[in-house]
């Protein structure tokens, strides 16, 4: 049996290099962590480029790994950890194809649901908006320029698998695209907390094709990008709470959408 590659091999140096978003995009693959995630990903085993796994993690998923074409290499707690950013690495590691479509599939069928991030910062808020965009049956996530990007550590984490179930669309200009996804027949609304509509409101408009937009975290949805959208909606409040954090607020607009459709 061959040693576990270390650290310091050629196969673990490239893989590691993917945990930097330049990186990622020039060799077009980033690294999925733990069971959830690689399980997602090798359903697809075709974008999948290869698994490294400690011996550890291997007796623990052996049902996982024992069926797969992927290539499957054993590394070192040491290595496994340099591929890992968490604090306690799960010693299961794929690397994967990234899974970007062009944002002209979009505006061609437009999906019944789908998502707009405009300058979305933190990765941990777009792994969660795609894990709540995936279990309220939407079909795409677009994030806009400046936007988190999907494919880092800490969102693919957060997505909890789901970014395999969606199409991801990353880096178009939303000025450009939404006005083409409205011609395309989708209905956009803007999460805004100074909204002149409300949720409730709008309940008639969420039976067709529907584009949510939500903005950053902390200045919201940009005054140019709510000026294109069909109406600006909040959600109301009894509490006395000032508002909802982004997460809260995007399961509130696509789980509500979910049930009128």
């Known amino acids: 049996m061959t040693e576990p590659l270390t650290e310091r091999s050629g196969r673990v140096a490239a893989a590691r290099r993917?945990?930097?978003?330049?990186?990622?995009?020039a060799a077009g693959l980033f690294l999925a962590e733990g069971r959830q995630a690689v399980a997602e990903a090798l359903a697809d085993p075709a974008r999948v480029r290869?698994?490294?796994v400690t011996d550890a993690a291997a007796a623990a998923h052996r049902d996982l790994?024992?069926?797969t074409p992927v290539p499957v290499r054993r590394v070192t707690e040491r290595a496994a950890a340099s591929l890992s950013e968490t604090v306690t690495p799960q010693g299961l590691v794929a690397v994967c194809a990234l899974r970007d479509v062009p944002a002209e599939r979009l505006t061609a069928d437009p999906p019944r649901l789908a998502v707009a991030l405009a300058e979305l910062a933190d990765p941990g808020n777009a792994g969660t908006v795609?894990?709540?965009a995936d279990a309220c049956g939407a079909g795409a996530v677009v994030f806009g320029a400046g936007s988190a990007d999907p494919y880092g550590g800490k969102a693919v984490r957060a997505s909890a698998g789901s970014l395999f179930h969606v199409d991801v669309v990353r880096g178009t200009a939303l000025a450009g695209l939404l006005p083409r996804l409205r011609d395309a027949g989708a209905t956009v609304l803007a999460a805004d907390g100074g909204g002149e509509t409300t949720l409730p409101e709008v309940t008639d408009r969420l039976t067709g094709r529907v584009v949510w937009l939500f903005g950053n975290e902390a200045r919201g949805v940009p005054a140019q990008l709510a000026a294109l959208a069909d109406a600006r909606v909040r959600i109301p409040m009894r509490g006395r709470a000032e508002s909802l954090n982004l997460a809260a607020a995007a399961a509130i607009c696509l789980y509500t959408t979910q049930l009128a459709q």
């Open 65 to 67: 790994l024992a069926a």
């Open 18 to 25: 993917l945990t930097r978003r330049a990186e990622r995009d």
């Open 50 to 52: 290869e698994v490294f």
């Open 130 to 132: 795609l894990r709540t």
